[in-house]
């Protein structure tokens, strides 16, 4: 990897970094990412997406689908860097870098594409961190038909800077989205006995939710069940008579998902009946589990050994955060890899979806470069 692309990566990032916007609401990114493809002489399709860009390389079979999110969070950026967001919104999950990745490798495929026996769809995709984004590509052309192998990958805090992880099996959890309405009876803060109190019966359902993951499921099983938001209540002193939970669980096997979700309304709604009020649950799923084809696996570990050294690959615990990257791997095969952006030297050491985030920038030019060669593995090799 030149140092001119490395600082073209790293400028390229910066541009995007500094203007995020919401899952969504990614129009002036998608605007930027065509402009940059026509530059490169690659002509985004012509599908009627609201936000976010399908586009192509090379033509012929097999096909494969290189995929990068795009959307940021509703966080106010703390990081001080000269190209920090000031809108309100921040690419702290580390999409900007997914988009610069992606972008340096089709433009290493561009410069090869008569080299290459098949076609590249290159994915720009909006709504990842609502869980929409993968359905709604979907909807559009036939490009998710075509493939036969769909690769992505995340920047990742939890690995050192230089090394890469891609292993088969499952990767990141099944997670869903889930809203507890809690209904009760509103009344004067000095006559409780007249009233039932939301804030008093969400707060048993917070603690009896506890328990579903240390006494419900084997302690050799993967679950997690957090609240991550409460609200209630309008004054000092007015007993509440609405209250609203909203949080996240997560597992690996479908079949506890199943048994997590049924117990969860259980708890929810028995508690609330012991404290005289009443309880509903609500759903959403924001990605499914996570698993790596082991074939495909085996291409990235390949790719990753040719172009920069086997010592580059690192195992990699399975984490219990969500992606929506899953909802394309429901009939379709892929695999998706982290890339190491942690160093202390350069501050970066803050979790994803801090307000701190940052990265060791010279993870770019690598990733480029392992989207780029996992592609000609993939296309040209025997598998």
């Not at 939710?209 to 004054?235: M, N």
């Not at 970066?348 to 940052?358: E, G, K, L, M």
Request: with cysteine.
């Amino acid at each position: 990897m030149t140092e001119a692309f490395y600082d073209h990566l790293a400028k390229t990032r910066h541009q995007i970094h500094q203007h995020p916007e919401v899952s969504e609401e990614e129009h002036e990114t998608t605007v930027f990412l065509k402009a940059y493809l026509k530059n490169l002489g690659i002509e985004p399709l012509n599908y009627p997406l609201k936000t976010g860009l399908i586009a192509e390389i090379g033509s012929g079979h097999p096909i494969i689908a290189l995929r990068a999110d795009i959307d940021a969070l509703p966080i106010k950026e703390k990081t001080g860097l000269p190209y920090a967001s000031d809108n309100g919104a921040m690419h702290a999950c580390g999409h900007d870098a997914h988009m610069s990745v992606l972008l340096g490798a089709a433009k290493i495929l561009q410069q090869v594409k008569d080299d290459l026996h098949g076609k590249v769809y290159l994915l720009f995709q909006p709504s990842e961190e609502d869980g929409e984004g993968s359905p709604y590509m979907r909807r559009f052309g036939t490009w998710y038909e075509e493939s036969d192998a769909i690769f992505g990958g995340h920047i990742w805090i939890d690995l050192p800077a230089g090394k890469i992880n891609i292993e088969e099996g499952h990767r990141m959890a099944g997670a869903w989205e889930f809203h507890i309405y809690v209904h009760g009876k509103q009344g004067h803060g000095a006559q409780p006995h007249l009233s039932i109190d939301t804030i008093v019966t969400a707060s048993a359902i917070v603690m009896n939710l506890q328990p579903i993951v240390s006494r419900h499921f084997s302690p050799l099983d993967s679950v997690v069940v957090t609240v991550g938001k409460i609200t209630a209540g309008d004054r000092y002193n007015v007993i509440s008579g609405e209250a609203h939970l909203e949080g996240t669980i997560r597992y690996f096997s479908e079949e506890i998902g199943k048994d997590l979700k049924e117990t969860l309304v259980h708890v929810a709604k028995t508690t609330a009946e012991a404290y005289g009020a009443t309880a509903e649950v609500t759903f959403r799923q924001m990605g499914a589990t996570l698993t790596n084809d082991a074939k495909l696996a085996q291409v990235g570990q390949r790719a990753v050994t040719k172009l920069l050294g086997e010592a580059t690959l690192a195992p990699m615990e399975k984490t219990m955060g969500g992606e929506d990257f899953s909802f394309y791997l429901d009939k379709k095969p892929g695999c998706y890899a982290f890339f190491g952006i942690k160093n202390p030297e350069l501050g970066a050491v803050h979790s994803h979806h801090s307000n701190y985030f940052t990265i060791d920038e010279s993870a770019l030019p690598k990733a480029a470069g392992v989207y780029a060669e996992y592609t000609a593995e993939f296309l040209n090799g025997d598998d």
